[in-house]
């Protein structure tokens, strides 16, 4: 096996690389990218459906629920949502906001007791710059940790390798709400 330097690969160009790149399939994604693009805010129509186990909605509470990330960053992942719709910290009142961080903490917990990881990544994108996937609609993300579950597939691959099914993931949570 050859081992190039970084300015040879820079140097070679895209051929190169395709040339040596490995596939991994993921027959699965196909769903999701000929999928029919929603109309209107899925954060604001998932709580007025009544089928949480297929929304993923972990815990409903009175001003905010919480329910998995449908394309988690990693097993587990979980996002703490307002039902009022808007995209900024500011329009939500004193007692939404504390509402959100108690189940917050709620959530975290119950992903100790579930999945016990090491350590959690816990935030709030807000605007497209800062990396929100949804603008108008703000959310908490809470992302299990574990020592080494960021290895060289979504630093290199920008793939990430999940151990569980999202259907599986919420028995597995539900359980200990």
Known sequence: MTVLTCA????RGAAFYTAYMEHLWAPWRIKYILR??????????KPQEANDAKNHILIRDKTCFAL???????????MIVPYKHTGELDDLTEQELADLMVLTRRCKKVLLAALKPEGFNIG??????????????????????????????????????LPQALDEMYEVLKRHV
């Open 8 to 11: 040879q690969l820079t140097c």
């Open 124 to 161: 709030i994108n807000i605007g497209r710059v800062a990396g929100a996937g949804v603008e108008d609609h703000v959310h908490i993300h809470i992302v299990p940790r574990w020592n080494g579950d960021t290895n060289y597939m979504p630093v290199i691959g920008d793939v990430r390798v």
């Open 36 to 45: 029919e693009k929603e109309q209107g805010c899925f954060l604001c129509r």
């Open 68 to 78: 998995l990330n449908a394309y988690p960053y990693n097993a587990g992942h979980v």
